[in-house]
């Protein structure tokens, strides 16, 4: 069925432009007919882990995270996630998630619990410590090149595309040269 201008301009609410385009909505209220879940509020989300675009259908109920699943309807995954975006749920709600820095000294035989802002502290010291230990000004030509060697960054999976934007442009900031990113399952 072609639309022109005209029939399209007329058919000004979505139900009527949707029918027009024969689109039928009928599947979708069946789907959410049979949520597994019958209490809560459904939301379509986007799963961050990698640069795909999966949909996902997040069910929460009493402020907390009940379900999470493909999107039937989403055009990229079409209802399916892969095992990342099928563990979404555990981003929020997972009684094994570490909440403190856990931290052992070196020689010692068991953990201790330590505030953020030591560890934050710790860390920024020891990343500038190696910065200013290995940073190499200028190559065996005298020419200019400003970087460090002797720290190396991986991202990972289980960071989101914005939580590898800032880490990258932090490493660039630091002058790392060795700069790796692993987003394969």
Known sequence: MS???RTFLVSSSAGALLTLLGIDLAAAAET??????????????????????CGAI??????KIVNVEGDPDHPINQGTL???GSALF????????????????????????K???WALDRIA?????????????TDDQGREVNRCEGIA????AALDNEECFAYSKLARALGVVYLEHQARI
């Open 82 to 84: 892969c095992a990342k």
């Open 153 to 156: 960054c991986l991202g990972g």
């Open 3 to 5: 639309i022109d201008r």
């Open 115 to 117: 505030d953020w802002d």
């Open 32 to 53: 959410a007919r049979n949520a597994k879940v019958k209490r809560g509020s459904l939301t379509s989300t986007i799963c961050p882990y990698c640069g795909v675009g």
């Open 58 to 63: 997040v069910t929460t109920a009493g402020g």
């Open 90 to 113: 555990q981003v929020a709600n997972n009684e094994l998630r570490l909440t403190k820095v856990k931290y052992r000294a070196p020689g010692s035989s068991r953990w201790e619990e």
């Open 125 to 137: 010291e020891r990343i500038k410590a190696t910065r200013d230990a290995t940073f190499v000004a």
